[in-house]
C-alpha cells in the first residue's frame, strides 16, 4: 500500500494474526477514496490482521458489504440498519427491514445481523420507538438464519438489555466498541456476549472501559477498529483503519499484564466462535 500523508504510520507487526471484527471499509471509500479495498486487506495482512468483518449501517451499506464479501475471501459481511438510520425510514421501516431480511439470508459469506441496536445520543425521544422496532427485527433476525447480532449501544444500556431479554438473546451477540462500565460489562457478559474494544480504550479519559477490560474473561475479548472512526491514541484525529488494530492489541495486553502472543491467540479464537467459525 502506498502511504498517505495523513494515515498514521504502520505498526510493528502482531506475532500472530487477529481479526478486525467491526470496519466500515465503504465509508472510507465514500469518503474521498481513502483506502481501496484490496490496499486496505493488504496492508492490515501486513501487520497480522488477516480478515476484516464488514459492516453495513443501511441498506446501500449492507449491500456492498456482502458484494465485498463475495469477491474477497478475507472479508465476511454484518448487515443492518444503523440505530439512527431507522428514523429516518418513516413509513419505508418496514420494507428496509425485509430487505436485510432477504441479505442476511443471501449466504454464508454473510455472518452477522449489524450493527443494530438503540443510540440515544444522536436520535431523540421520537426516534425511539422506531429504534426499538428496529432492533427487535434484527433480533429476530439473527435468531433465525443463525448470524452473530452485532449491537451499537450508545447511552442505551438499560433498554438495550431489557429489549434483548424481552426478545431472547440469540446464540452469538457481540456488543461492538464496548461502551459501559464494569458493572455493565457483568451484565453483557451474564448474557452471554463477547465485549468488543475499539480503540477507545486506549484514551486517556476512558477508565471506565479499561474497568470494563479488567473483568471481562479472556475468552470474550474482541477487537475492532470501527474504521475510519475511533482511531487509537496516539493517532486521534487521523482517520482509521484495519492496520491498525496492533495498536489496540498492544496497549490491551499491557494493560492487561499478559503477552501480546496469548492476547492475540486469544482474540483469534474468540472471533471464530462469535462468528459463527473460520472463514
Known sequence: MTQRADYPPAPEPLPFPVVDN??????ELRGGGQLAVREA???????????????????EGSRWAVRAAEEHSELVAGVALHPNEAPRLGDSLTEALAEIDRLAASGPHVRAVGETGLD????????RAAQHESFRAHIEMAKRHDKTLVIHDRDSHDDVLTLLDECGVPERTVMHCFSGDADFARACL????WLSFAGTVTFKNADNLREALAITPRDRILVETDAPFLTPA??????NASYLIPVTVRFMADFLGVS??????????NTDRAFGGRW
Open 22 to 27: 467491526h470496519c466500515h471499509l465503504d465509508t
Open 41 to 59: 486487506i493488504d496492508a492490515a495482512a501486513a501487520v497480522g490482521v488477516t480478515r476484516i468483518v464488514q459492516i453495513g449501517c443501511d441498506l
Open 120 to 127: 440515544y445520543f444522536r436520535t431523540g425521544e421520537d426516534g
Open 190 to 193: 451474564d448474557r452471554g456476549a
Open 234 to 239: 496516539p493517532y486521534r484525529g487521523k482517520p
Open 260 to 269: 501480546t502472543e496469548s492476547l492475540c491467540l486469544d482474540i483469534e479464537a
